[in-house]
Structures are given as C-alpha cells and as structure tokens.
Nanobody, 121 residues
Framework: QVQLVESGGGLVQPGGSLRLSCAASGRFFSINVMGWYRQAPGNKRELVAS???????NYGDSVKGRFTISRDNAKNTVYLQMNSLKPEDTAVYYCTADLAPSIESDYLHYWGQGTQVTVSS
C-alpha cells in the first residue's frame, strides 16, 4: 500500500517561513514527478510546485520567487520551502507523486491527506 505522508504545516505570521515535507512509503518501483497542490476554502485546487526525478522544477505564478521545491530521491521525499508567506497562501497543501507500483506498471497518481497552512497575525 503506497502512502504519501505530509508534515510541517501550521500557523505562521505574514512574512514568515514554513517547510513542508512529504515522504512516500510502501512498495513501489520508481517515482517520477512529485509536487504540491493547495486548496483554499471556496477555491479550486491549484498547482503550487512540481519537480521531476531529474530535479527540473515548475512553479505556480503566485509562488514564484518565494517557494522552493526540492526532493531527496534516496529518501523518496519531497520538500516545499515557503518563505515570505502571505495570508493568501492559507490553504490545505496536498502532496502528490506519480509512482510506478512495479516494473511492469504505468505511473499512477497518488495524493497525500493534506496539511493545513495558515498565515495570519
């Protein structure tokens, strides 16, 4: 059973920083793209950032220059460093990963359970 387990959310003041982590566990053959989405109340889920297994990264326009995505392939973990946080960054942040369960399988898309990030004074 593949699981994505997130950690690092919480309450932070505007201008502050948080670092999210997401580790993939269970049995799988390989991981391709890992990333983060977020969803605020009343809004659609949106891409925050993604990173391929060759470390090529992609960012949503609203977070460029403030957030940095990285990964540790040896630990099957993706990170999101969030700096200069704004109240509009408040949302549930979801980890995602494209994993191949076996060498014969196509990549399947998995989601974490979500972690709350609240930016407020």
């Amino acid at each position: 059973q593949v699981q994505l387990v997130e950690s690092g959310g919480g309450l932070v003041q505007p201008g502050g920083s948080l670092r999210l982590s997401c580790a993939a566990s269970g049995r799988f053959f390989s991981i391709n793209v890992m990333g983060w989405y977020r969803q605020a109340p009343g809004n659609k889920r949106e891409l925050v950032a993604s990173i391929r297994n060759d470390f090529m990264a992609n960012y949503g326009d609203s977070v460029k220059g403030r957030f940095t995505i990285s990964r540790d392939n040896a630990k099957n973990t993706v990170y999101l460093q969030m700096n200069s946080l704004k109240p509009e960054d408040t949302a549930v942040y979801y980890c995602t990963a494209d994993l191949a369960p076996s060498i014969e399988s196509d990549y399947l898309h998995y989601w974490g359970q979500g972690t709350q990030v609240t930016v407020s004074s």
